[in-house]
């Protein structure tokens, strides 16, 4: 995912929140963030980070590695069944 810098600052704005509020969510101070937001590039990690953390609105203190893991192995051991779950929870997400 590239993420240009007009697009960070447009995200945020439609989120409502100032840059404290949106960077110090994915670990970055309000500074960094104002900087990425005038044009310095954003490290893969960071731009990683933003699309978890505020276009897929994951939060990122809940998840853990075995969450991965358990995905990971139900996804490679019983294709079938990972689809439906992800189908269902879709679904239920837009309800």
Same mark, same amino acid.
């Given at each position: 995912?590239?993420?240009?810098?007009?697009?960070?600052?447009?995200?945020?704005?439609?989120? !409502?929140?100032? %840059?404290? %509020?949106?960077?110090?969510?994915? !670990?970055?101070?309000?500074?960094? !963030?104002?900087?990425?937001?005038?044009?310095?590039?954003?490290?893969?990690?960071?731009?990683? @980070? @933003?699309?978890?953390?505020?276009?897929? %609105?994951?939060?990122?203190?809940?998840?853990?590695?075995?969450?991965?893991?358990? $995905?990971?192995? @139900?996804?490679?051991?019983?294709?079938? @069944?990972?689809?439906?779950?992800?189908?269902?929870?879709?679904? $239920?997400?837009?309800?």
């Amino acid at each position: 995912m590239k993420t240009e810098t007009k697009d960070v600052r447009e995200i945020r704005r439609k989120l !409502g929140m100032n %840059q404290s %509020q949106f960077w110090s969510k994915i !670990g970055v101070t309000q500074s960094g !963030g104002s900087r990425y937001e005038s044009g310095r590039n954003i490290p893969r990690p960071v731009q990683q @980070l @933003l699309r978890l953390v505020h276009v897929e %609105q994951i939060d990122i203190s809940k998840v853990r590695r075995e969450d991965f893991e358990v $995905a990971e192995y @139900l996804k490679s051991t019983n294709p079938e @069944l990972f689809k439906t779950l992800k189908k269902e929870a879709r679904a $239920a997400r837009k309800k």
